[in-house]
């Protein structure tokens, strides 16, 4: 076994919420500064900086994961973590499908950077990506496993499109093995008003949309393979720790 320190949950500029400065560069640099070994892009309800991001994470020694942060029908959202961003670009094809048609107004909402293997702009997102999409939460749920990824209630601990503010509590179906929080001074009391939450694993992460704000030092979860074993490897147990196994 060994300990790596992550943070699972970090926009790019490819998010309107997102700092124009939130590069993949930048943020695997900034990662790097801060000691972390495994990162995840998380944009919502997109994935088109995952593939710059894994280049330049892997150029710092730090495992990527491609990821995306779904709003769901229901405007809960759901981070989804995948084992390849082969995966994550399966998923987010499917994901397209079913995106409510917004134009962006970049004036209100920010810029959502395109950003190419040389840490530069090459286009932008026309249409908003923050609001919801037509997938249920059941089906999101089940096209991130069909994809081999990990569905994760995320900040949990939140009123904004957290899953028990929205919903009231978390469901028995789906059948979520993690969930996440971002204050994890606020899991006793959660575990007491939400009995649910009791077998379920916790991750914290940072949901940094600016630098400063990538978590340092960041969440330990252990994993079954050597510290120096290779990024798909990690990954891989990642994602089996993600998914109960």
């Known amino acids: 076994m060994s300990a790596f320190r992550c943070d699972l949950h970090i926009h790019s500029c490819l998010s309107p919420c997102g700092d124009d400065e939130m590069t993949p560069g930048s943020i695997a640099g900034m990662a790097k500064l801060n000691g972390l070994q ?36 229901e405007d809960v959202h ?9 995966d994550a670009a399966i998923f987010a094809a499917e994901v397209e499908k079913r995106r409510i048609r917004i134009p962006n ?3 209100i909402f920010g810029r959502q950077l395109l950003i190419g293997p040389d840490d530069e702009p090459v286009g932008e997102e026309p249409h908003l990506l923050v609001n919801a999409t037509t997938l249920s939460l059941e089906e999101a749920a089940q096209l991130v496993w069909n994809c081999r990824g990990a569905a994760i209630p995320a900040h949990i ?5 957290g899953i028990l503010s929205v919903l009231g509590e978390l469901p ?18 959660l575990e007491q008003e939400h009995p649910i939450l009791r077998g379920k694993r916790k991750i914290v ?3 940094a949309h600016r630098l400063w704000e990538i978590a340092d030092p960041g969440f330990m979860i252990e994993l079954p393979c050597p510290a120096n074993a290779s990024a798909q490897t990690v990954r891989d147990h990642l994602i089996d720790y993600l998914t109960g196994k």
């Open 78 to 86: 759901l981070l989804s973590l995948f084992r390849s961003t082969a």
């Open 205 to 207: 992460s940072s949901d």
């Open 105 to 107: 107004r970049p004036e």
């Open 38 to 73: 495994i990162v995840a892009l998380t944009d919502h309800n997109a994935c088109g900086n995952c593939e710059s991001f894994a280049a330049m994470a892997e150029q710092y020694g730090i495992v990527p994961v491609a990821g995306m942060e779904l709003t769901t029908s």
């Open 172 to 189: 028995d179906q789906p059948d979520f093995p993690v969930v996440e929080v971002r204050d994890p001074n606020r899991i006793p009391t």
């Open 157 to 161: 601990d939140r009123e904004a499109n």
